[in-house]
């Protein structure tokens, strides 16, 4: 019997066909993830321009955090490897913490509006400024560790729209990558400024002003100093940090979180060494001014900011507070035994 040829309508013509050119692409697209290392199981859609595909990629490998630990590889790589220093020896040990709080490096003040000038060149001229000026009024004392508190709203903004992370808008004097690269030489000077006295450790407090970038400056200068022996970091997100000198316990955080008053106890959960130190202080920042409170067995206590009120501020009428950059001194033994000052 003659065989029956098989006859199509339009319509099925049209489906054979569009399933041929759908499997051409999707052999195509697969073909392009293998090439560009993207799993191809990741692209949730697709669309096709000129000979290349746009992809919507979720769970891929590719993004920010690939891309900040090829930038810290490579800040490792070449990094400098800094002379060992040997620090002299002695029975009466100080722990020397310096904390320039709420530097706000990228904030753009007028007298004109606000009744003085604040911009980044003001902001690292004081820092630096400050630290010199409290190493000199320190070297009376023996000191043999030096705890530096970083981050704390150090760059002033998040992104490329100059608002906080929460998205409030701020005044800038810098583009962005201007402000970090200014934020990344300002704490590497320091940093190198006070090995000089005694080992350093690096303690980062997340902020509500640059929550990511300041997480990724401090990771920065993590890779910048890897090769230096005598200068150690904690620069996990964790809002709040502690550090044991001998019979102290310091803890800092930002300030913009848990209450105040809830802070003793979260440190006494927090810290392994709640039971084993008995001098416990917290120090906090965000409200620019001087705060100091006594505890059931912890000081907490506010830092001054080295910056002036912006536009709003002034408006509030957030102003007139000492604008300064503080230490303090902790004996092993003893506890916190002095502070200095650097007024602006």
């Known amino acids: ?68 630990l090829d930038i810290l590889k490579d800040i490792k790589k070449y990094s400098p490897k800094y002379p060992k220093i040997t620090y002299p020896k002695s029975t009466d040990s100080h722990l020397l913490v310096i904390d320039p709080s709420d530097i706000h490096i990228n904030k753009l003040a007028s007298a004109i509006e606000t009744g003085e000038d604040y911009n980044h060149n003001i902001a690292i001229q004081r820092v630096l400024e400050a630290v010199k000026s409290l190493i000199n009024k320190s070297k009376g004392f023996s000191i043999d560790k030096v705890l530096f508190v970083i981050g704390n709203d150090i760059l002033h903004v998040d992104n490329p729209k100059n608002t906080t992370t929460g998205g409030t808008h701020q005044d800038v004097s810098l583009m962005w990558y201007d402000a970090f690269k200014l934020g990344q030489k300002l704490l590497t000077d320091c940093i190198e400024l006070l090995m000089q006295i005694a ?91 001087k705060k100091s409170r006594d505890y059931m067995g912890v000081t907490i206590e506010s830092m001054r900011s080295p910056s002036g009120p912006d536009s709003w501020h002034m408006k509030q009428g957030y102003v007139h507070a000492p604008k300064a950059i503080e230490c303090f001194l902790h004996h092993k033994d003893y506890g916190q035994i002095a502070r200095f000052s650097h007024i602006f």
């Open 1 to 68: 019997m003659p065989s029956k040829r098989l006859r199509l309508s339009t319509d099925e013509c049209a489906v054979i066909e569009d399933f041929r050119e759908s499997k051409k692409k999707h052999d195509a697209l697969k073909q392009e993830c293998e090439e560009s290392g993207i799993p191809f199981e990741d692209v949730k859609y697709y669309w096709y321009k000129s000979e290349k595909f746009s992809m919507n990629v979720a769970n891929t490998s590719v993004g920010m955090d690939s891309v900040i």
């Open 199 to 289: 080992p350093v450790h690096v303690q980062y407090d997340p902020s509500n002003h640059d929550y990511t970038s300041g997480f990724f400056l401090a990771q920065t200068i993590e890779a910048w100093f890897n090769k230096a022996s005598n200068i150690t970091f904690n620069i996990s997100p964790m809002h709040r940090k502690y550090f044991r000198y001998h019979n102290n316990i310091i803890g800092t955080t930002h300030g913009d979180g848990a209450k105040e008053s809830d802070l003793p106890l979260l440190m006494a959960h927090e810290s392994p060494d709640w039971s084993s130190c008995k001098h416990k202080y917290i120090y906090t920042h965000h409200i620019h001014h």
